[in-house]
């Protein structure tokens, strides 16, 4: 049974420059949460796709935008890059069920930009 | 608002001796969860031991056991019998009962196994 995957491991971009980051949830898992990490800080949420859309967001600008297609896997897409955006993105999948909701974390896709 | 505390960037231990770290966080939510997460140099996020809020047992997973003190909002994750495949980064998180997916970090304290 595959975890979750990320594609790629390493970006390098340029300021101004636009990004696709690539996620595949765990086996039978229905819901995928993005978040970016910066070196030495933990995880921050920026969206959650469940059923194609976007459910829930955290306190990211609308450069950060995602989408969510018919088989789960999931794309986060970064416009207009600035050195800020420099970090670790991570993929986590879970069910929607709460009472089963644990998340399982991808092995994220370091971005950074010159 | 939500927010999780770790208030040690970074302790070491000993190999075979026992470690406690600490988190706390500010919530006025009645049901949630608490979780410890391991991320280690490779970079992924594994789960180390969860926590319901409405449990009064502290959760245990082999050598790694909780201190939950709900009244206090303190969450510590005690390792026994340290290994140094414990070596890594811990997270603290949090999570809302009804806001199923989002997690709160902590900005997590690293951990350094002495041989």
């Known amino acids: 049974d595959a975890g979750v995957t990320q594609s790629p491991t390493h970006l390098i971009k340029t300021r101004g420059q636009q990004v696709t980051l690539r996620c595949s949830p765990k086996?039978?898992?229905?819901?995928v949460s993005w978040y970016q990490q910066a070196l030495g800080q933990g995880p921050q949420f920026i969206f959650q796709y469940y059923e194609e859309e976007e459910r829930q967001r955290g306190n990211f600008p609308d450069r950060f935008s995602g989408h969510q297609f018919p088989n789960y896997s999931s794309e986060l897409n970064v416009n207009a890059l600035l050195l800020g955006d420099s970090a670790l993105y991570l993929c986590a999948s879970s069910l929607a069920d709460r009472d089963r909701n644990e998340q399982f974390f991808g092995p994220g896709t370091r971005l950074t930009v010159l | 608002a939500q927010t999780v505390t770790q208030s040690q960037p970074e302790m070491s231990v000993q190999e075979a001796e026992t470690v406690t770290l600490s988190c706390t966080y500010d919530?006025?939510?009645?049901?949630?969860?608490l979780f410890w997460y391991k991320q280690p140099p490779s970079r992924q996020m594994i789960l180390v031991i969860r926590?319901?809020?409405?449990?009064?047992q502290n959760a245990t997973e082999n050598r790694f056991s909780v201190n939950f003190q709900k009244a206090a909002k303190s969450f510590s994750l005690k390792i026994s019998d340290s290994q140094l495949g414990d070596a890594a980064m811990y997270f603290c998180a949090y999570r809302v009962e009804y806001n199923f997916n989002k997690f709160y970090f902590g900005s997590g304290t690293k951990l350094n196994v002495k041989p």
């Open positions: 926590q319901e809020a409405y449990k009064q």
């Open positions: 919530t006025s939510e009645s049901d949630y969860y």
């Open positions: 086996s039978g898992h229905d819901t």
